[in-house]
């Protein structure tokens, strides 16, 4: 059996003329100019117009009303901090308390860091353990008296991404990982999300999670330099290539806006690009799911 580092690409020059590759070029630059044309109209299925999105985290809680076909927020969002006790009944508060100061009372979307299917919630990253077997959408919509649509955090950012992002142009698979405590990821084949897929707990050819050795988190806490960070990032990335010749790597999280130090001392023959909606992907993600799951 082929393993990782027995590839089947062509091993890369040290010079940056892999950076121009044809198949480099064409997907970056579709993915730029969809950068570039954030704000402008782009097609959603589906008839609202505004919807709102709430992404819940381990050290924040944020929420938005979007403007689903410009995939921009409508007003600045609200964040609140998510309490030292995350459980399930003081998470929701805070979730309410985003919900009111917006005054929203119609079906919204919401994330969550970890594993969801059909609104329950199957793992838990970064909040208490008391949320696994907890159904996220039937508690909020009691809660709220509106429907509501749960989703894995980082499928969230990859389905804005894949919609209204630097994916949106990609006719096949795109995998999108955020990078920051862990590794979230999301995986889509023309368009169609694959949920729950959790690369971030991978274990590499090292023997340790793609999450332990990779995540922003371990960078800072280890201070190591951008080229060493970028090495450890080389080995998760190109085990994803080897495991599904992916035809796009968005790379999104808080650290995305620094990609400049890390995406370019990659070498893959992936094409790998900033996420085009920065940190706001998982709630316009939410936003989009709930209003393509209950239209107005």
Known sequence: MRSPGACRWPARSTSPSWWRWPRWSRY???????????????????TNEIGFGIDIGGSGIKGAPVDLRRGEFTEERVRIETPDESTPQNVIEVVLQVLEAFDWK????????????RGVVGSAANVDDAWVGVNLEKELTERTGQPVTAINDADAAGLAEARLGAGAEVDGVVIVTTLGTGIGSALLHRGVLQPNTEFGHLYLENGLEAEHYAASSVREREDLSWEDWADRLQLVYSYLEFLFSPDLFVVGGGISKKSERFLPRLKLETPIVPAALRNDGGIIGAALLAAETHPQ
């Open 28 to 46: 970056c630059c579709v993915a730029l100019a969809r950068t570039a044309r954030i704000g402008q109209a782009s097609g959603v299925a589906t």
């Open 106 to 117: 119609q079906p919204f979307g919401c994330t969550f860091p970890g594993v969801v299917r």
